[in-house]
């Protein structure tokens, strides 16, 4: 039985390998050999060694400077979407009129594309800022916190909505006890609350970390990186590397996998502090 069982096994997993590895694997790897090469196509790819990498670094420093804005970006999307996300979670597990109306009314912006949700944003900022004769490319700025407000408007609801669960999921004896012995709503807060929500710490920190620093869609309708290229992310940097001008084809794939290590290690650290601090609690 074992046998047929495995047997089966690797028959109804064999169409989900192969995909993963047409779609991504293969792909992934021949992406890591053309970044050392001049290529066009794939057909033509020249060997050149490390010199994208080289080039990437010092042939100009739009590459520096996207890493730069990405990672001022990161950290202050990160901070306040799970600060407004954590804080709207608190205040939606109590008995809140209209509570799940509210619930799914934050969640919404979540499901629109990246792309609409930048060009209605753009609108909307630009049409405040005309009152001041100026618009979100006048200054990097105004496209700084233009997509810091969108990327917590889409993002904040779906944070919410792991944070709701995890503090529902604190028994209620616990709270009851405290407060019976004494506890005021702080005390409660920080130190049963946020202690045993942690686990969800974690995952919010993990999906906004990676999704702040891929951050793509957005960037290209809001800004396309004006004023000159101040406000173009790690994504769009390598997108216009990529496309933009013949001949940094491969200067575009050394970016792009420099970005994938730089966040797969980022991403791994903050996994790895995230999990010891659990162990802790």
Known sequence: MRRISNAYYALFTLPTLTAFAIAFFIPFLLGIYLSFTRFTTVTNARWVGLNNYVRAF???????NAM?????FTLISVVLINLFAFSLALLLT??????????????????????????????????????????????????FWGLVIVTNWQMVGYMMVIYIASIQSIPPELVEAAQIDGANPRQ????ITIPLVTPAFTICTFLTLANSFKLFDQNLALTRGAPGKATAMMALDIYNSFYGTTGYEGVGQAKAVVFFLLVGIIVLVQLLLSRSKEMEN
Do not use: C, H
Not at 116 to 140: C, E
Not at 188 to 191: E, G, Q, R
């Open 94 to 143: 109590r008995n809140v009129w209209g509570r799940n109306i509210f619930r799914t009314t934050f969640f919404m912006p979540n499901l629109i594309g990246g792309i609409v949700l930048g060009y209605i944003w753009l609108l909307i900022i630009n049409g405040v800022l005309y009152r001041f004769q100026v618009d979100i490319t006048f200054s990097a700025k105004y496209g």
């Open 58 to 64: 010092t042939e100009n420093k739009d590459f520096l």
């Open 68 to 72: 730069v804005f990405t990672a001022k």
């Open 188 to 191: 409660v807060l920080f130190n």
